[in-house]
Nanobody, 126 residues
Framework: QLRLVESGGGLVQPGGSLRLSCAVS????????IGWFHQAPGQDREGISC????????YYAHSAKGRFTISRDNAKNTVYLQMNSLKPENTGVYYC???????????????????WGQGIQVTVSS
């Protein structure tokens, strides 16, 4: 059974950093993609970044470029999202998502991903 579990969220001050982790289990090959989404309070879920597990290609939404970095550790079956220079508007629930379409072609849209984690809260506040 496919399973995605996020960890690493919490409270951080503006300008600070956090690294989110997504533990992945259940995929039978490396031909899949993992994405990260952010859902601010009262807002729609929006795509931040995506990584193709087989070749490591990464993709970023415009809002994430320069501050966020997605990476993978295939030995640990874990995908990370390093978030730097955090702002109050980065507050919200972050979701890890997965799909066997490994091209990340429409990664900014929730409909692209079939599998979802439970989400984890990130609060950026002083």
């Amino acid at each position: 059974q496919l399973r995605l579990v996020e960890s690493g969220g919490g409270l951080v001050q503006p300008g600070g950093s956090l690294r989110l982790s997504c533990a992945v289990s259940g995929f039978t090959s490396d031909y899949y993609a993992i994405g990260w989404f952010h859902q601010a309070p009262g807002q729609d879920r929006e795509g931040i970044s995506c990584i193709s597990i087989k070749d490591g290609k990464t993709y970023y939404a415009h809002s994430a470029k320069g501050r966020f970095t997605i990476s993978r550790d295939n030995a640990k079956n874990t995908v990370y999202l390093q978030m730097n220079s955090l702002k109050p508007e980065n507050t919200g629930v972050y979701y890890c998502s997965g799909d066997t379409n490994y091209f990340c072609s429409d990664f900014e849209y929730p409909r692209f991903f079939e599998y979802w984690g439970q989400g984890i809260q990130v609060t950026v506040s002083s």
